[in-house]
């Protein structure tokens, strides 16, 4: 199955990688996003989206992977260095990968995040660190 992919990253080198891999893994990139306005700008078209949590205009990747997830309905995985900002993690959304992310390990989680969104049976990846929300529960708004 393949997956439109919005990819919310600043660091544009790290942000065109991801881009390349997701690509070559038979997806569509829908975008990169360095801030929460542009990353907004694409959220109707994401069903995935990979979300670093420090900016271009600051720590706004949580609430982007809020407004993602809850608002628009895409499967959020957060990539960041930073996973303990994310605390016990944030409703509707995924899990967390630590940076760096090897590729291997990328194309596992976006697999993992494909197969979710399908229903399909899958084995989260030993780098994700998934957050407990019961995929039965109602998301908060």
């Keep these: 199955m393949s997956c439109r992919i919005l990819i919310v990253e ?15 893994m038979g997806h569509d ?3 990169i996003a360095a801030d929460k306005k542009s990353a907004l700008r694409f959220a109707s078209e994401a069903e995935v989206a990979l979300v670093d949590l420090n900016l271009r205009d600051g720590p706004t990747g949580i609430e982007i992977g809020k407004i993602l997830a809850q ?4 499967s959020v995985i957060f990539i960041t260095a930073n996973p303990a900002q994310l605390g016990t ?4 959304t995924i899990g967390v990968v630590s940076k ?16 979710r969104r399908a229903a399909a049976e899958a084995n989260p990846p030993r780098r994700l660190k998934l957050f407990d929300w019961s995929d039965d529960s109602p998301i908060a708004t």
């Excluded at 600043?10 to 070559?24: C, G, L, N, T, Y």
């Excluded at 608002?71 to 895409?74: D, R, V, W």
């Excluded at 993690?89 to 509707?92: D, K, L, N, S, Y």
């Excluded at 760096?100 to 197969?115: M, Q, S």
């Design 89 to 92: 993690g944030v409703p509707g």
């Design 71 to 74: 608002t628009h309905g895409a």
């Design 29 to 31: 990139p829908v975008g």
């Design 10 to 24: 600043d660091e544009i080198f790290v942000a065109s990688e991801i881009e390349q891999i997701v690509a070559e």
């Design 100 to 115: 760096p992310v090897a590729e291997r390990d990328l194309r596992d989680v976006v697999d993992y995040a494909v197969a």
